[in-house]
């Protein structure tokens, strides 16, 4: 069995985010049929369409037409989940919001994930990253060389969404094992844009700066070698930075460069244009340096490692030849993922009987998951922030952490972002007495997550094999860079060795020279799936009473949250290129400057496109939205908005139909009364910094409602409590605070 078969789900959305939650749902398991109106999904067209809606039947209805919605409303009679996508007008003129179906259907979970917030002006506007982006401050987040916003190639908020919104159905579903009653789950786009690129604001910290596209730190930076090919070091924490140094035989310059950036960087440079990527690689690989090269994203796709990983599908379509696609991100030992088909055509609805009305339970104060309890050994970020997305779900999650500490914890305001809600508790593992006390608490746990190198685990005796011993029922959720099959798998790894590896940096980059995204892709990803994935085998458990091991990657996630430039057929389109500061991928997809700011266009029909003309009074020529970004309507754009004032302009632009909004820097979004209204962000206060601005949730429930209940803690901040909680006598925590195997 998989971890949600027998679920149904009636999908009801388009595009991108909503046909990928629900595929991430599919995969294990769910039956779902997807009703797209006459014509077809807008996005039928596009390669990821076979990703998104795969392992899913396709039906047609007019959902406008009497007939039509009388069909729809039998299929979301019989179902478990409805997913709708709709901008907030449609969602109220179609009657489909969560209240009204949840009194009709009382063991629903009506999903809904608006492409912006849930209220207000923005939020209806059609599905375009470019725009969400804009709307939230991400393009002036991004490395430039100039003080202009970036246009990211990858739609990271919209795979940020889908991947949210997998887990909250997912909580929902769980929840109401227990209560027997369904509710309504809401995942926006702005709780996409929070979870990828957070949005945190602590005064009494230095704010954080604007990075550069190659990265500015010289441990953590993309260098250029002799062949003209680039890699990446990512030796962010220091003992890897020493054994570069140690590599390159500088071993006596280590201490002198090390918080001489501007030096070590020059030196780097240099030495590293002086002998080919592949002999750099080599060496560096010999001492243990994590570096990886850039590499294209089809080739990343075709690679051995990526085969090897067994991350790559492949099947015979009647129209295209052979498809190839990535696998499911995570692999589960006892309800595993499978893609069994591309998307079905059916002429008939199935016959799903209603389902009846389940004797209601209890519901418990917090979050879907109040109740479920988490030791997490995870660190940096995708660890870490995994079990923070499960805190804010509800989960009581215990961050736990050597006396060395989370090395993220000198990053300032991006630590207290990764880390907010949960509890910390100090243990040195490499004591016994520590590893005692740990795998007692595990016995009583639902969660284990770490993302230790390979073999480390088994090391310290904290395998699944041995947690399992002590407790079937516990789900073991395991993380590394590389897989844990094939050459790479022993290999440390970080977040922008994978964006190069995986081809991201060279999208980005386009024509030009690579560039590092500031948004650590991989990391925010793999901390997403990995929430899903344990709401999946949460979700399983329920069902068999046993728990499982799941696996995840940041190679996973570096083909998922590229899924649509993975998916490979015989004459499919060019994916799109970025650039230098690149500004758009088109002339009318582009971010433009005016007098006072920037504006964004995002138009993706004709009429958009007639629109802009009207608006601006500039001749668009024959095949408008097939202008290149720097050709000569881009030009004639630019000389038409330069004189602008940049609010006025997105005004005449509404008004005439086009897809448009304002590009925010950072500051001027975290103050808007828009993002305010939709709940973005939320103020906190730190106990020993202060104030804070951070995001406020990753999904919003009707019955249990989810948060942030606890502020970032400190290195051991709860040792006592803690262990006190999970039943350790008191004499014995004393006797471990004698040697450091507590602290805190």
């Not at 602590?202 to 930076?221: F, K, T, W």
């Not at 820097?665 to 828009?674: I, S, T, V």
């Given at each position: 069995m998989s971890a949600y078969q027998g679920v149904r789900i009636v999908d009801f959305s388009r595009g991108m985010v909503g046909p990928m939650a629900v595929m991430l749902l599919a995969d294990l398991g769910a039956e779902v049929v997807k009703v797209e109106p006459p014509g077809g999904d807008p996005a039928r067209d596009h390669p990821g369409y076979l990703a998104w809606n795969r392992n899913k039947q396709v039906l047609t209805l007019?959902?406008?037409?009497?007939?039509?919605?009388?069909?729809?409303?039998?299929?979301?009679?019989?179902?478990?989940?409805?997913?709708?996508?709709?901008?907030?007008?449609?969602?109220?003129?179609?009657?489909?919001?969560?209240?009204?179906?949840?009194?009709?259907?009382?063991?629903?979970?009506?999903a809904w994930l608006p492409p912006y917030g849930t209220e207000g002006r923005w939020s209806e506007l059609p599905a375009r990253h470019s725009?969400?982006?804009?709307?939230?401050?991400?393009?002036?987040?991004?490395?430039?060389?100039?003080?202009?916003?970036?246009?990211?190639?990858?739609?990271?908020?919209?795979?940020?969404?889908?991947?949210?919104?997998?887990?909250?159905?997912?909580?929902?579903?769980?929840?109401?094992?227990?209560?027997?009653?369904?509710?309504?789950?809401?995942?926006?786009?702005?709780?996409?844009?929070?979870?990828?690129?957070?949005?945190?604001?602590?005064?009494?910290?230095?704010?954080?700066?604007?990075?550069?596209?190659?990265?500015?730190?010289?441990?953590?930076?993309?260098?250029?070698?002799?062949?003209?090919?680039?890699?990446?070091?990512?030796?962010?924490?220091?003992?890897?930075?020493?054994?570069?140094?140690?590599a390159l035989e500088l071993g006596d310059l280590f201490d002198a460069l090390e918080l001489d950036m501007v030096g070590a960087r020059e030196l780097l440079m240099g030495i590293f244009e002086t002998r080919t990527r592949a002999e750099w690689l080599e060496l560096l690989a010999a001492h243990d340096v994590p570096a990886g090269p850039v590499r294209r994203g089809e080739d990343w796709m075709a690679s051995p490692i990526v085969a090897e990983a067994k991350m790559r599908l492949e099947f015979t379509d009647p129209d295209r030849g052979k498809v190839v696609m990535p696998a499911p991100p995570a692999r589960f030992s006892a309800t595993p993922a499978r893609v069994t088909s591309l998307p079905r055509r059916i002429e008939a609805a199935p016959s799903w009987t209603s389902r009846p009305n389940a004797t209601a339970g209890e519901r418990r104060a917090g979050g879907p998951l109040a109740g479920v309890k988490v030791l997490n050994l995870g660190t940096v970020i995708a660890g870490a922030y995994a079990g923070t997305i499960l805190a804010n779900l509800g989960a009581d999650v215990i961050k736990i952490e050597g006396p060395e500490?989370?090395?993220?914890?000198?990053?300032?305001?991006?630590?207290?972002?990764?880390?907010?809600?949960?509890?910390?508790?100090?243990?040195?593992?490499?004591?016994?007495?520590?590893?005692?006390?740990?795998?007692d608490m595990a016995r009583t746990a639902d969660v284990v997550i770490d993302n230790y190198r390979l073999g480390v685990r088994e090391r310290l005796g904290i395998d699944y094999a041995a947690l399992k011993a002590?407790?079937?029922?516990?789900?073991?959720?395991?993380?590394?860079?590389?897989?844990?099959?094939?050459?790479?798998?022993?290999?440390?790894?970080?977040?922008?060795?994978?964006?190069?590896?995986?081809?991201?940096?060279?999208?980005?980059?386009?024509?030009?020279?690579?560039?590092?995204?500031?948004?650590?892709?991989?990391?925010?990803?793999?901390?997403?799936?990995?929430?899903?994935?344990?709401?999946?085998?949460?979700?399983?458990?329920?069902?068999?009473?046993?728990?499982?091991?799941?696996?995840?990657?940041?190679?996973?996630?570096?083909?998922?949250?590229?899924?649509?430039?993975?998916?490979?057929?015989?004459?499919?389109?060019?994916?799109?290129?970025?650039?230098?500061?690149?500004?758009?991928?088109?002339?009318?997809?582009?971010?433009?400057?005016?007098?006072?700011g920037w504006v964004a266009l995002a138009?993706?029909?004709?009429?958009?496109?007639?629109?802009?003309?009207?608006?601006?009074?500039?001749?668009?020529?024959?095949?408008?939205?097939?202008?290149?970004?720097?050709?000569?309507?881009?030009?004639?754009?630019?000389a038409a908005l330069a004189g602008r004032a940049r609010d006025v302009t997105v005004e005449a632009l509404i008004a005439q139909g086009?897809?448009?909004?304002?590009?925010?820097?950072?500051?001027?979004?975290?103050?808007?009364?828009?993002?305010?209204?939709?709940?973005?962000?939320?103020?906190?206060?730190?106990?020993?910094?202060g104030p804070a601005v951070s995001a406020r949730a990753y999904a919003d429930f009707s019955a249990t409602p989810s948060g942030f209940?606890?502020?970032?803690?400190?290195?051991?901040?709860?040792?006592?409590?803690?262990?006190?909680?999970?039943?350790?006598?008191?004499?014995?925590?004393?006797?471990a605070r004698t040697t450091g195997a507590v602290f805190g």
């Open positions: 007019d959902i406008d037409t009497d007939g039509g919605r009388a069909e729809a409303d039998a299929l979301i009679a019989g179902a478990d989940v409805a997913v709708f996508d709709f901008a907030p007008s449609r969602m109220a003129a179609l009657r489909l919001e969560g209240g009204t179906l949840c009194a009709a259907h009382p063991g629903l979970v009506p725009l969400l982006a804009a709307l939230v401050g991400m393009p002036f987040r991004q490395g430039a060389w100039t003080d202009q916003p970036v246009h990211m190639v990858l739609p990271i908020a919209h795979s940020a969404q889908a991947v949210l919104g997998a887990a909250a159905i997912g909580s929902a579903l769980h929840e109401r094992a227990r209560s027997g009653r369904g509710q309504a789950v809401t995942v926006s786009g702005l709780n996409g844009a929070a979870e990828c690129a957070p949005p945190i604001r602590v005064p009494s910290l230095d704010p954080i700066p604007r990075g550069i596209p190659p990265g500015a730190n010289p441990r953590y930076r993309l260098y250029r070698c002799l062949d003209g090919e680039w890699f990446f070091l990512g030796t962010l924490f220091t003992n890897f930075y020493r054994k570069a140094f140690e500490a989370d090395p993220f914890r000198a990053d300032g305001a991006q630590f207290l972002a990764y880390n907010r809600g949960v509890r910390a508790l100090g243990l040195d593992l490499k004591q016994p007495e520590a590893r005692g006390l740990f795998l002590l407790n079937p029922r516990l789900i073991s959720c395991s993380i590394n860079a590389y897989g844990d099959s094939g050459p790479l798998a022993a290999r440390p790894g970080f977040d922008p060795l994978l964006q190069a590896e995986g081809g991201m940096m060279a999208a980005q980059g386009g024509d030009d020279d690579p560039i590092l995204y500031t948004i650590a892709v991989n990391d925010v990803a793999t901390a997403s799936v990995v929430a899903a994935s344990v709401v999946a085998a949460l979700n399983a458990r329920d069902r068999t009473g046993e728990g499982q091991e799941v696996v995840s990657s940041l190679l996973a996630q570096s083909l998922l949250f590229q899924l649509d430039r993975m998916v490979d057929y015989p004459g499919r389109p060019f994916n799109p290129k970025g650039g230098r500061d690149c500004l758009g991928i088109s002339a009318l997809t582009r971010y433009y400057a005016c007098a006072d138009c993706e029909t004709d009429q958009e496109a007639l629109g802009v003309g009207r608006a601006l009074g500039v001749a668009l020529g024959a095949a408008p939205l097939s202008e290149s970004r720097d050709g000569p309507l881009a030009q004639a754009l630019e086009v897809p448009a909004a304002p590009v925010r820097r950072f500051d001027e979004a975290l103050e808007d009364p828009w993002l305010k209204s939709n709940g973005m962000t939320a103020p906190w206060v730190h106990p020993r910094l209940t606890r502020p970032t803690p400190d290195l051991g901040e709860h040792s006592d409590k803690v262990l006190a909680d999970y039943g350790i006598e008191a004499d014995r925590v004393a006797k």
